[in-house]
């Protein structure tokens, strides 16, 4: 996966909203539809749980991995509820007076680890929460 155009501001209202990525990423190997959807899960989060502030995201290396991080300045996850967002149906307790599933990020973790992937999350209630994706970039022969 290469996000192919250069970095540009999305626009969101009440929010600042940026992209970020550096030159000369080798990409991934996998199915481009189901890593748009893993990674549009992530912004649609980010959008509705940010009445503030910023949703940022950002694309780097981390070793054999890109990572894809969604950061944004929202209501953030409490700790309880934290080591279950992963599950499905499951919604944390701030978030049920938004409509939704509880289906989003248990999608997104079964499109990650198909691509032999994995996925981060730090969150500090009435702060903001950082996700980031890993998913493994394709292997460049060095000649
Ligand atoms: N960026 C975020 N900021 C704060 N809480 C979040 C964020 N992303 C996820 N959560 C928490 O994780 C829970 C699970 O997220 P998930 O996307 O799976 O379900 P949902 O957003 O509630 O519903 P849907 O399936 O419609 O997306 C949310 O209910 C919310 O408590
Ligand atoms: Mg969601």
Redesign the pocket.
């Known amino acids: 996966m290469h996000f192919h155009r250069p970095p540009v501001p999305v626009r969101a209202a009440g929010r600042d909203s940026a992209c970020e990525q550096p030159a000369g990423l080798p990409g991934c190997l996998g199915d481009p539809t189901r890593l748009q959807e893993l990674v549009y ?2 912004l ?3 959008r ?3 009445e503030k502030g910023f949703i940022k995201l950002s694309l780097y290396k981390r070793g054999s991995f890109a990572a894809i991080e ?1 950061a ?1 300045s ?4 409490d700790a309880h ?1 934290l080591p279950r ?2 599950e499905r149906f ?7 007076v ?11 973790e079964t499109i990650a680890k198909k691509h032999g992937g994995r996925i981060e ?1 730090e ?1 500090k209630p009435g702060e ?2 950082i ?1 980031t994706i890993f998913i493994p970039l394709k292997e460049v022969h060095h000649g």
């Open positions: 899960i992530f649609e989060n980010a509705q749980y940010t969604i944004d929202g209501i953030g996850i509820d967002i992963f499951y919604r944390g307790d701030k978030a049920r938004r409509d939704g599933t509880g289906l989003g990020l248990s999608i997104a999350v969150s903001g929460t996700f």
